[in-house]
């Protein structure tokens, strides 16, 4: 016992530090696109994605990264390609109400939001009159939410 305890400390000794090293990914492409993205819209890509992105606790699609206008959005697609997922990534957006990452639960709910979703596994969010979704992490405690959005997307469903 003693033996293979010390040949498994041996092992993790030589082989964890190339264990611990993240590989580097290649940088993700960007695809320029004439019009901005929106939920049931075809995506006009024909190479598979090797990126996923969680649309909800127990959805994920493969993504891209497109570009309209100067804005960055991640879209997550099904396998007919179609836009079933968006995600705003650039820090600069305002969704028509006016509302942007780090904005207030307040800020968001004096929009006319619907009552904030507890969606387990995911987070926090509300669908503004726009129809983008803020949304705001996990608090410390069961049942919390941050004060601020995190993120803002669309999402059929």
Not at 31 to 39: G, K, N, S, W
Not at 98 to 112: E, M
Not at 129 to 144: I, K, L, M, T, V
Request: include cysteine; charge should be positive; aromatic fraction near 10%.
């Amino acid at each position: 016992m003693r033996t293979l305890r010390a040949a498994l400390c041996l092992a993790l000794a030589i082989f964890a530090p190339a264990c611990a090293r993240r590989p580097e990914l290649p940088p993700r492409p960007v695809l320029q696109v004439a019009a901005e993205p929106r939920l049931g819209a075809t995506l006009p890509v024909e190479a598979p994605s090797s990126y996923m992105t969680l649309a909800a606790s127990a959805q994920t699609y493969p993504s891209y990264l497109v570009r309209y206008k100067g804005l960055l959005y991640e879209v997550g697609i099904d396998p007919q390609r179609t836009i079933q997922y968006i995600l705003m990534m650039d820090a600069n957006f305002k969704t028509p109400e006016g509302i942007r990452r780090g904005s207030s639960l307040a800020d968001v709910l004096a929009t006319g939001a619907k009552p904030l979703f507890h969606e387990p596994g995911w987070g926090c969010h509300t669908q503004l009159p726009s129809g983008w979704r803020a949304a705001f992490p996990f608090g410390d405690h069961q049942g919390e939410c941050g004060p601020r959005v995190e993120w803002l997307f669309q999402r059929e469903s």
